[in-house]
Structure formats: C-alpha cells, structure tokens
C-alpha cells in the first residue's frame, strides 16, 4: 500500500496500488488514476501507443476495402449516386457519433466501453438495468462481427479461386472452411503473438495505405471511366421500391458497415498508455483518414463499374474482382489486386477478435455473465483474456456452421452486430443527453466538446436513430422469405433472452460499474 493509503479493489478483495512503482503493465500516472477510480486492477499489458492504436483502428474498420465488399447493396438500392452521396452522409454522420464517445472515453477510459458509460452516465435508479442491457448488446454485437468478417474474408479467398480456376463450383463448406481457418489464424495472433500485436498493426496500417494508392492508380489509368453527371446525378430503385428517396436509404448499409466501430480502441484501453488522453485523438483521427480513403474509393469505384447488372452477378460473389479483372483484362493481375483487400479483411478480423474479447472479458469482470470468473480469468504470463479468445473463436465457427445449411441465415445472424452496436450507440449518447440537459455534472476529461457538447450530442442522436431503423429494412418491399431481413427477430430474440436471464439469475450477482466507481 502506498504512504497515501490510495488503494482500490476488485470485488475479490485484491488491493491496486495507485502509486505503485513496481511493474505497472506500461501505464502512466493517469492510467493509474483511472484504473483507481473506476475501481479496477490493472491486469492486461499496456503495450499500445498512439500509433499502434491508430492503426488498430484503421485495420479494423478498413473502410475503404469494406467499401468495396458491400458496394452492391448500395449499388442495387440507390446506384453510384445512392452509393457515393449516402456514403459521405454516413461519414459526417459517424464523424458526429465518435466525437461523442471520443469524449466519454476520455472521462471513462475502460475495455467495458457503453456498457461502462450507461452505467456511470444514466440516472442511478435505471442504470443497473439499462447497463446490463447494453452490455449484452456489445457483447453479442461484437462476437457476431467476428463471425461476420471472418466469414468475408473466407468467401473472398472462395472469389479468388472462381476468379482463377472459372470450373471451380464454389461450395458452402468450403467457405465454412475457410471462415474457421481465418478465425484460427486470429486466435494465434491473439495468443502466440499477442505482446508483438501493436508492431503488427503498425505495419499492417502500411498496407492500408499503400494498397489505397496502388488500386486506385490502377483503376484511374487502365479502367473506362463513365460520364462525371451520371456518376454523381443518378440514382436508380433496383429493390423495387418506387420511390429513388426510399430505395437510396435502404441502401444506407453500404455506407454504414464500412464506418462502423470506431469504439473498438475504446475495449483496448487498458492496454493503451495515456489512455484518456490518446483514445480521443485515436478516435477521431480514425474517423476523418478512414471516411476519407472510403469515400475517395467509392467514387473511383462508381467511375470504373461499367454494366452494374454483370458487375452485380459477378460468379466471384465479389463486384470489387469483377472490376479489377474488367480493368486489367488478366486474372492474375486481377488477383494480385484482390489479394490485398482479402489481406486486410483476414486482419481486420485479427483486431475484431482482440476487441471481441477484452468486451467480453470485461464484462464478465462485473459478474454480468453465466461462468463470469472463467472469462474474465487472465492466465499468469499470458497478459492477455485467453479464455475469451477461445470463446470467441468457437463463436465464429459454430456460426459459421450455418453457412452448410444457409448462407441468408447467417447473414441475418451476423447483421446483429450492426444493430447491436448501433443501440449501444444510442443509448450511451442519449445519457450524455441526459446529463448536459439537466445540467448533471460531467467527469473531468482531457477531452471535452465544451459547450458544443449537447448540439453535438442530439445530431448524433439523431443521426443513429435513422440508421438504426433503416438496418432493419430489407431489401426489397416484398421480399420471398430468403430475401427477408430476419434481423428483427433475432435482435428482439436476443433481447429477451438477456432480458430473462438478469430477472433470474443476473440482477442478483450484476450492481453495475458504478458501484464500484470510487472518488479521487
């Protein structure tokens, strides 16, 4: 114990040094500070810097290469207009939402991320509740986006087979396959590996970078480019809509999903040094370079599609190697393109485990969850939530199993990450709301919006409020019962299953972050 006598603990008793000057895990002063107040033990490694958590981030959200892997639901409902003008809304948009949580994580800088916010942000008679809730929400909603871009970059790897070998009849299990292989190779960089991730990300995030010219020289150079007025101007209603306004939002996902989960250095704070400090600039930086490499890629991208219908029906199940190989007229040249984009889906699944994990890991440190002890439990030596790798890793493969079966159940399953989060979103922005309006005191931060604070916060309320209704919406207005989007149900489904396990059983072990939040 320090001369001071400052000493936190977790709920097991053991004691947290605030002046220790022993082996800290690489945190700061400020780390400590933090960790203090909100009450935990400082367990894993702060091996990130600015840098590496940037470009964890990056690597993560990938913006420009998802941009491309999920243009067709833009291109269908709304056309290059559609996708190009919603894109950049969605960008202003997001830019609104991280400038808001780059504040709260600033005040409150832990893996547990919303769930943690809600919990110290809410009114104290309704934060108990509303907490767990959301807690569920980022859980499941990051397990099932784990699920999803392992499974994305297992089906482009299937793309690049058709693309070479065109007698190739690409199979389900075969993507199943390779989806399991892809989250294997997540979970050894997340274990193996783990203490040389932050190196990793540095070097992954100039591939990033470099890839972004390479493609997009390449597509200006060699590709036929359409007239400037219709790329920009016209809109189409491919879903069937009857109405370019409507079917232009529905297609509102392809400039959603490529933006999503900027949160995502947020779970990795407590391995993040200066964290209060560095997680903000982290944040918003990622937004403003991530949107920008996008949305430059998506215009190009509209200039180079040619004729949408073989671009959209394209046997890669990719438009994006469609167009390379149009451009290049070569399959191998068109490979040597692909192979980056598949790259930086493999390892941004690599960094959706990490995040995936530590949100589970903390949230079981909270007595949130069945077996809360064993997926919090940190093995000696390992710094890092071992046993929440793993779950993570048989979560995406035995979701990946439903691909044998059918590949529109498992898009529905996994769509509940953007729901998920979304609603997290929401409601640990509509507490900040709360607070500002009834002029509630705020935590100190090193960070802050200042009096631009309730503006910014009700536009990215409302903001997310459209978005998150409009991802429900399915492709079509009269959709066959493959084409619909079951993510309503599973969502509500969802709901009500946490909903019962906390009246049962987690209401008697769960108090919330806030009660083990303590003064400095």
Not at 177 to 196: C, D, G, I
Not at 497 to 510: K, P
Request: glycine share 8%.
């Amino acid at each position: 114990m320090s001369s001071d006598g400052k000493e936190a603990h977790r709920d097991d008793g053991v004691a947290i040094d605030l002046d220790d000057d022993g082996d800290n895990k690489g945190g700061n002063a400020a780390d400590r500070a933090d960790m203090y107040r909100m009450g935990k033990m400082q367990e894993l490694r702060r091996n990130f810097r600015f840098l590496s958590i940037f470009g964890f981030s990056m690597i993560l959200m990938a913006s420009w290469e998802f941009s491309l892997s999920v243009a067709t639901i833009g291109l269908v409902n709304g056309g290059t207009a559609g996708l190009i003008w919603m894109f950049f809304i969605c960008w202003m948009g997001f830019l609104l939402v991280n400038t808001t949580m780059a504040e709260m994580a600033s005040m409150a800088p832990t893996s547990g991320g919303q769930y943690h916010w809600v919990s110290e942000f809410a009114p104290p008679q309704y934060q108990k509740f509303i907490s767990y809730l959301m807690g569920w929400m980022c859980v499941l909603g990051w397990q099932t986006s784990c699920a999803s871009s392992s499974f994305i970059a297992g089906t482009q790897i299937q793309g690049l087979v058709v693309l070479n070998y065109p007698d190739y009849v690409p199979k389900p299990w075969h993507g199943t396959l390779l989806t399991v292989a892809v989250a294997a190779f997540s979970v050894f960089f997340n274990t193996v590996l783990a203490r040389k991730l932050p190196l990793i990300e540095a070097l992954i995030l100039v591939i990033h970078i470099f890839a972004f010219f390479g493609i997009l020289v390449t597509l200006w150079v060699l590709s036929p480019t359409a007239d400037a007025r219709a790329v920009f101007t016209n809109f189409s209603d491919g879903g069937g809509w009857g109405s370019l306004g409507g079917s232009t939002l529905v297609g509102v996902l392809a400039g959603i999903l490529p933006l999503l989960g900027a949160d995502a250095a947020v779970h990795m704070s407590e391995e993040l040094r200066d964290a209060s400090r560095t997680l903000p600039r982290s944040m918003i930086s990622t937004t403003i370079f991530n949107g920008a490499l996008g949305w430059i890629m998506v215009i190009t991208f509209a200039f180079c599609i040619g004729n949408l219908e073989d671009v959209t029906t394209s046997p890669t199940g990719y438009p994006f190697m469609q167009v390379f190989y149009n451009t290049t007229k070569s399959a191998s040249s068109a490979t040597a393109m692909s192979v980056f984009i598949v790259a930086m889906s493999v390892f941004s699944n690599l960094t959706m485990v990490a995040t995936a994990s530590r949100q589970l890991f903390a949230f079981a440190r909270d007595h949130a969850l069945p077996f809360s002890s064993w997926f919090s439990n940190i093995r000696a030596g390992w710094d890092v939530p071992f046993n929440a790798i793993l779950t993570t890793f048989l979560l995406s493969t035995l979701l990946s199993l439903i691909n044998i079966g059918s590949a529109v159940a498992l898009n529905s399953i996994t769509s509940l990450a953007t729901s998920s989060l979304l609603s997290s979103y929401i409601v640990s922005t509509g507490c900040m709301i709360w607070r500002r309006w009834t002029k509630s005191q705020l935590l100190q931060s090193k960070f802050s919006l200042g009096r631009w604070g309730l503006v910014v916060n009700i536009a990215s309320e409302a903001f997310l409020v459209v978005i998150f209704v409009l991802a429900f919406m399915p492709g079509n207005p009269n959709p066959t019962p493959p084409q619909m989007n079951w993510n309503i149900v599973i969502y509500g489904g969802v709901i009500l299953l946490s909903l019962a396990y906390y009246f049962f059983h987690g209401s008697q072990r769960y108090k919330g972050p806030v009660a083990y939040v303590r003064s400095l």
